[in-house]
């Protein structure tokens, strides 16, 4: 592995995870192999570039390979530093950013995961959860355009590839993210003014699709 | 400096608490030490930390940082002097993998085998725990380069991350009568516990073994009474 000079991404069509690092990549300006990943039939380049968990995204970077989303997102950030910076440079901001871009990651997929896996009470559980953290997302972006203020950043990074599931969560569950939320619905559409975003996001409708399929496959009606 | 207002909220058992006192102990910086009572969380806590209401939280100049690792990062960006994490970039994406991995799946099995229904709930747990400390040997191995810590000559933001648990790796050996830190299966573990734990920046702020015995035992019995409160 070691000498395969350029970037080489294993990586998930619609993975959350996975447009993470490759709106960061695309902000950064930088080029790579985008190598799509069966997780059914997982590569030997995937088993020996992630050996601890056997999950993608995984970056290669001339052979070596960084594991983990926002920990490639700060790899990128700081091995190309000319452009686009993705955290703050104040170390207060800094924190800041982590600390929101590591919620997002402990709460998010986790209870939207129950949203479409669930059905009853528990679905309502997790719905009423779901409402519950984006409400407190809500009130950390407040007023400001991005959630780093007038620059889009790590936090939006960590949570934007999420807009793109809201529909399947919207239908599954029976709710509404514009009536809840419209303040991160806006957010979102900003967002998707950038082109890193857009031409990163999957199609909620194909997104959609592959929960379905999902549901289909773990025998959820 | 020495009159920058540095208050930490926290308590002596939390290895989470630890992470944050041994980064400042190591970059020379006084704190006030502000310890909750068990059972009970402070206005200040719940101000400062509203999303969480845990500790640690750094409260520097006022304001309030939470999330141990994240205060680990602050803590190291903000003073100079001793360098927590690595200078090159893909070291320190290697750093912060292991020390989310330390965090992700080991420490939760080693929590796992208190919290166990059955027997076999509790030896899977145990497995766990074996099998993430084969693995940080090999990490080990290849962070030290061969010298006495993750970090290398000094200690890191692996070090940080796994060292704080070793108080609590140690009081469930003897809650359970397994030894976890085997010289023969993990002998650079071993060697790298010790060295660890009788560092000056360490030290004085390792809660000692018997004193977590006495109190998850303390916990356990809690958790086992009938509620009636």
Not at chain 1, 73 to 88: F, H, R, T
Not at chain 2, 17 to 32: D, F, T
Not at chain 2, 58 to 66: A, T
Request: charged content about 30%; hydrophobic content about 40%; some cysteine.
């Amino acid at each position: 592995m070691a000498g395969e000079k350029g970037v080489v991404l294993l990586d998930l069509w619609v993975s959350p995870f996975g447009q993470r690092v490759r709106i960061a990549l695309a902000e950064k300006g930088v080029d790579y192999e985008y190598k799509e990943q069966d997780l059914m039939n997982k590569s030997e380049l995937l088993l020996k570039s992630n050996p601890v968990y056997k999950k993608i995204p995984v970056l290669l970077h001339d052979g070596k390979s960084i594991c983990e989303s926002l920990i490639i997102v700060q790899y990128i950030d700081e091995v190309w530093s000319n452009k686009a910076p993705l955290l703050p440079a104040e170390p207060l901001a800094r924190a800041n950013a982590r600390f929101w871009a590591d919620f997002i990651d402990k709460k998010v997929y986790e209870c939207a995961t129950r949203l479409w896996k669930l059905k009853g009470e528990e679905q309502e559980v997790a719905k009423k959860e779901f409402i519950e953290i984006f409400k407190l997302l809500e009130g950390e972006l407040g007023d400001k355009t991005f959630f780093g203020g007038e620059s889009f950043g790590f936090v939006d990074l960590a949570l934007v590839p999420f807009v793109a599931w809201f529909y399947a969560y919207e239908t599954c569950a029976k709710f509404s993210m514009e009536e809840e939320c419209p303040k991160i619905v806006a957010w979102g559409k900003r967002c998707m003014e950038r082109e890193s975003v857009s031409k990163t996001l999957s199609d909620p409708t194909k997104v959609y699709e592959f929960v379905l399929f999902l549901k289909k496959r773990f025998g959820v009606e | 400096m020495a009159s920058e207002d540095v208050k930490l909220i926290g308590a002596v058992m939390s290895p989470f608490v630890m992470r944050p006192r041994v980064s400042l102990n190591l970059k020379g910086v006084e704190y006030e030490f502000l310890e909750e009572t068990f059972g009970s969380k402070s206005e200040l806590l719940l101000k400062s930390n509203p999303v969480y209401k845990k500790i640690p939280v750094l409260i520097h100049s006022g304001k309030p940082i939470c999330e141990s690792l994240i205060i680990v990062q602050y803590i190291d960006e903000t003073w100079s002097g001793h360098s927590i994490l690595p200078s090159d970039a893909y070291d320190r994406a290697i750093a912060r993998f292991w020390a989310h991995y330390i965090d992700d799946k080991w420490f939760p099995a080693l929590g796992g085998i208190a919290r166990a229904q059955t027997e076999e709930a509790k030896n899977e747990a145990i497995e766990q725990v074996f099998t993430g400390l084969k693995l940080l040997e090999e990490a080990f191995e290849k962070c030290s380069g061969g010298k006495p810590f993750f970090g290398g000559e000094t200690i890191g933001y692996v070090d940080i991350a796994l060292g704080c648990y070793l108080g609590w790796l140690r009081a469930t050996e003897k809650l359970i009568g397994i030894t976890f830190l085997d010289e023969t299966k993990t002998p650079l573990l071993c060697h790298w516990a010790e060295k660890f734990s009788s560092h000056e920046a360490v030290a004085s702020v390792m809660p000692e073994t018997d004193k977590l015995v006495e109190f998850a035992k303390m916990i356990q019995a809690k958790f086992k009474a009938p509620a009636n409160k």
